[in-house]
């Protein structure tokens, strides 16, 4: 089970989000990779993958979006937030099948 | 560049059944596992299935009902819908899964294409 906190995120402007994201278990593979990743969902779009493996940058993810985290316990930083930036983002583990995702956090604009 | 197109969706009632096709290109596509997730409405994302070379794997709601499978001669992955339910109405997904180097799952989604089931 994964479990995202906050669930909805009202944020300024230019100012930084942080969300939450909790394991019910270990998520390091036997092969040492750790299968965590985060989503960004916009509207009208299909989800697109903004970090995988705990904090690598997908291609294109502006640096503003960081990963942290290890084990059973992450966190998906935005350092400044921009208007482009309004969505859901989603956790996920692929560590093994059936993926899971979190439930979402909503971030949007005060 | 990456492109996985999906077709097959539209309107349908409970009880019936419905065949996803997911069109992939710009890739080894015999290479990656690829799964299936939707989003319900105003929800969000389920991971529905996934397959390997040869190996498959379905969500528990899911499971008995639906069916996925590729021909990796035509680079296209298959999702079998049967006797569907309402619950069942979503925007279904294709996604490019692992076996890629890095390992990155999720890398690459489809448009999504739309499934409603109602009376």
């Known amino acids: 089970v994964m479990t995202q906190t906050p669930l909805s995120s009202p944020v300024t402007l230019g100012q930084p989000a942080s969300i939450s994201c909790t394991s019910s278990e270990s998520l390091v593979h036997s092969n040492g990779n750790t299968y965590l990743s985060w989503l960004q969902l916009r509207p009208g779009q299909p989800p697109r993958l903004l970090i995988y493996q705990i904090f690598n940058r997908f291609s294109g993810v502006p640096d503003r979006f960081s990963g942290s985290g290890a084990g059973t316990d992450f966190t998906l930083r935005i350092s400044r937030v921009e208007a482009e930036d309004v969505g859901v983002y989603y956790c996920m583990q692929a560590k093994h099948f059936p993926r899971t995702f979190g439930q979402g956090t909503k971030v949007e604009i005060k | 560049e990456v492109q996985l197109l999906e077709s097959g969706g539209g309107l349908t009632q409970p009880g019936e059944s419905l065949r996803l096709s997911c069109a992939a290109s710009g890739f080894i596509f015999s290479r990656y596992t690829m799964s299936w997730v939707r989003q319900v409405p105003r929800q969000g994302l389920e991971w529905v299935s996934g397959m390997s070379y040869s190996d498959t794997f379905y969500a528990d709601s899911v499971k008995g009902r639906f069916s996925i499978s590729r021909d990796n001669s035509k680079n296209t992955l298959y999702l079998q819908m049967n006797n569907l339910r309402v619950e069942d109405t979503a925007v279904y997904y294709c996604?490019?899964?692992?076996?890629?180097?890095?390992?990155?799952?999720?890398?690459?989604w489809g448009q999504g294409i739309l499934v409603t089931v109602s009376s």
């Open positions: 996604v490019r899964d692992n076996g890629g180097d890095p390992d990155n799952p999720g890398d690459h």
